[in-house]
Each structure stands twice: as C-alpha cells, then as structure tokens.
C-alpha cells in the first residue's frame, strides 16, 4: 500500500510554476496532435482507400476502448499517489500508433491500432485535467485559462496544415499526416519527463472510496447527458472533411471552422469562472447543450465557407464551455484521493461512450451516400436530447 502522500495544497510555488509550465507545454503539443488526428483522419484514410464505413469503425474502436479503460487508468494513478508515470507511457503509445498508421494504414490495421489507441493513449488528456488540477488546488477555479492551451495547439496545428493542404505544399497521404501526429505526442512526452514534477498528492487506499464517491445519482446522470451531448458532435470531431467536400465547400472551410472554435474556446474557457459567478453550473451546461442544439439545425443551411466557419465557432461554447464546467462539478464533488479516477470516468463515459455512438451513426449517414444536411440533422436530435437531460439538472448544480 503506498504512503499517503502530502496534500497538493503544500506545494512550493517553484514547485507548482514550473508543473504548470510543464502541462502547459504539454497541453499544446498533444492537442497539436489531436489537431491533425481528429480533422484530418478521414481526409488520410480516403486518400489510402477507405470508405466511411471503414473510417467510422476507426473511430468506433477509438471510442469503445476509450469508454472502458480511462477510468482503470485513472484508478491506478490515484493508489500510486501521481499520474505521470502513467502520462508518460500513453504519450509514447499514442506516437507509436500513429508512427504505424503512417506505414500501416490498411482497413484491418487501422482498426485494430485506433483500437489500441483507446486502450493505451486515451487516457493522456483526463490525466493532464487532473494534474493541472492537482497544481492549482485548492484554486482549481482557473483550470479554464490552462486547459486554453489545448485549444490553441489543437487550432494552430489544423488552420496550418488546412492552408497547406489546400496549396498542395503537403500532402494527405497517411504517410504524411499520421507521422506529424506521432511526433507531437513524442514531443508533449519529452515535454512531461524535462518540466513536470511527480506531484504528489493523498493516495488511495481503499476501493470502497471509489463506489462511495462515484456512486451519486446527480452526478452520473450528470456525466450521461455529457455523453449525449458529446455523441451529437461526432461529424464536427470524426468528420468535419468529408462534410465539408460534400457540402460543396473547399479544404480551407475546414480550417476557417476550426480557426474559428478555437477563438471562441480561447475567449470562453478562461472566463469559465467569471460565468460561473454569475450563472449556475447547472443552467450554463443547460445553455451549452442549447447552443450545440442551434449549431446543428443552422448548419443545414450553411452553403458558404463564412456561414460554415462562424457557425462551428460555437464550438467554444457547445464544447469548450461545457468541458470547463462539466471538469470543475466533477472536481468538486469528490475528494483529491480520487481525482484522476474521476475524470477518467467523465473521459470513458462522456468522450467514449458518446463518441461510439456519435461516430456509428454519422459513419452510417455517410455510408450511405445522404447529403451532409442529414448528418447536421441527426446531430441536432441528439443536442435535444442532452438538452432534455439538462433540464432537471440546472438547478442542482450552484
């Protein structure tokens, strides 16, 4: 059984600097590579070949693992007292899939290593989340302004290589796109092992805590309508190139689109706790779930690359926002001992769980030859379903 280590609150402020430095760093690297995975992946595996089918059934196995091991992931962190360690290892699994997708990029292949990825990289993110919380407590209010970070690697990658695609300076191919993947996880993981601390925190030391703290009712139909919410953003996350080409709009609009949410994150995740002074948690992931809702139906109308772009702006909000708010509920209602396991719960419901669903249907849609106003379509029932579940919700969470 581990030593129960000091509270993250007695952290030196040197200490506490240079881990925040470090995560930030980290932040902008792996999401410069999820800025490459999640736009661009069906534009690579199209151009090897496969079918919408095939690219859901990545997704799919994505999805479906990340739904079942986060969560283990992030019970072994809280027994041994850190996540780095852990944090370490799905950088370096995350680069290896990606190093293989660049020369393996069959059907088969591609399954089965974004199978892998689920199980082995996914949980990188959640035990970012929580390491960044573990730094700031107890002023975890201010995730929001590090969390930023992400959505700036994430933009930056994608409007840079969108303009570079679009001038044919690169090139879509698998063997391009999918080693620029594996190389930022590489970096984010030097990144982790030169600047971050272990930061130690209370370990822990009995399962029962687990099924104590995660047992609330409100707070598990809480992650599930995270989950419902998330599943509606499938075509925007697995398939927003080949929406576009079918909307009749050119690479660029992809972009532009992204661009665009990652002003909207950069403006409204900071200010995350300045909204929640003024505004319940409750109504504000309410307004979220609506704004994705208004999202989806306005994008059936969405004929030009401006109209395209500044309507998935609002995936600041429907996004960006909500994951803010949905991160420091979680926080707050269960103790620092269970932290990574928390989120690792929010990551595997929530992202997986919503992501198999989102990306089966969507995948169906395309399959199937309809018109890209059919997946927005889809995707708006779905945000009224979260939105549905949120309402009795809104009023619970202070």
């Known amino acids: 059984m581990p030593d129960v280590t000091p509270s993250p609150a007695l952290l030196d402020d040197a200490t506490r600097r240079r881990a925040l430095l470090g995560l930030t760093i980290t932040y902008l690297l792996q999401f410069a590579s999820m800025g490459l995975q999640l736009p661009f992946t069906a534009l690579a595996m199209e151009h090897a070949g496969a079918g919408p089918a095939v690219i859901g ?3 799919g196995a994505r999805s479906l693992t990340g739904a079942i091991v986060p969560v283990f992931w992030g019970l072994l962190a809280d027994r ?3 996540g780095r360690p852990i944090l370490i290892m799905a950088l370096v699994a995350g680069a290896a899939v990606f190093f293989a997708l ?4 069959t059907p088969t292949a591609a399954i089965v290593l974004f199978g892998l990825y689920g199980i082995f990289a996914n949980p990188a993110n959640s035990l970012v989340d929580g390491m960044v919380l573990t730094a700031l407590a107890p002023d975890t209010g201010r995730y929001g302004r590090y969390r930023v970070f992400g959505t700036v690697g994430f933009g930056t990658a994608t409007v840079v290589v969108s303009v570079l695609l679009d001038r044919g300076v690169l090139s879509a191919a698998p ?3 999918f080693p620029l993947c594996g190389a930022f ?3 984010a993981c030097v990144a982790v092992i030169a600047l971050v601390p272990p930061l130690p925190r209370p370990a822990l030391t009995s399962l029962a805590q687990v099924g104590r703290a995660l047992r609330q009712p409100t707070l598990l139909w809480l992650i599930g309508a995270g989950s419902v919410l998330w599943a509606s953003h499938a075509g925007y996350v697995s398939f927003l190139s080949p929406l576009a080409t079918r909307a009749g709009l050119p690479t660029t609009a992809v ?3 992204v661009g665009a949410a990652i002003v909207c994150e950069a403006i409204t995740m900071p200010l995350a706790n300045e909204a929640l002074r003024r505004v319940s948690a409750g109504r504000l992931m309410l307004l979220c779930a609506v704004v994705a809702l208004l999202r989806w139906a306005l994008l059936t109308q969405a004929t030009t690359t401006l109209g395209f772009a500044l309507l998935h702006g609002l995936h600041g909000i429907s996004f960006g926002l909500f994951f803010v708010v949905i991160v420091g509920v979680i926080a707050a209602r269960v103790p620092a001992e269970l932290r990574q396991a928390s989120q690792g719960l ?6 997986g769980v919503g992501g198999v669903v989102g990306g089966v249907v969507v995948g169906g849609i395309l399959e199937r030859g309809e018109p890209a106003s059919l997946v927005w379509w889809s995707m708006a029932a779905v945000a009224a379903v979260a939105v549905v579940l ?6 619970r969470f202070r």
């Open 390 to 395: 949120l309402v009795p919700l809104a009023s």
């Open 57 to 59: 059934a990545m997704w």
């Open 346 to 351: 929010l990551s595997s419901l929530s992202l």
């Open 102 to 105: 660049g020369v393996m990029p």
């Open 255 to 257: 972009g532009f689109a």
């Open 175 to 177: 063997s391009t796109l």
């Open 80 to 82: 041994l007292g850190t």
């Open 185 to 187: 996880s590489l970096l």
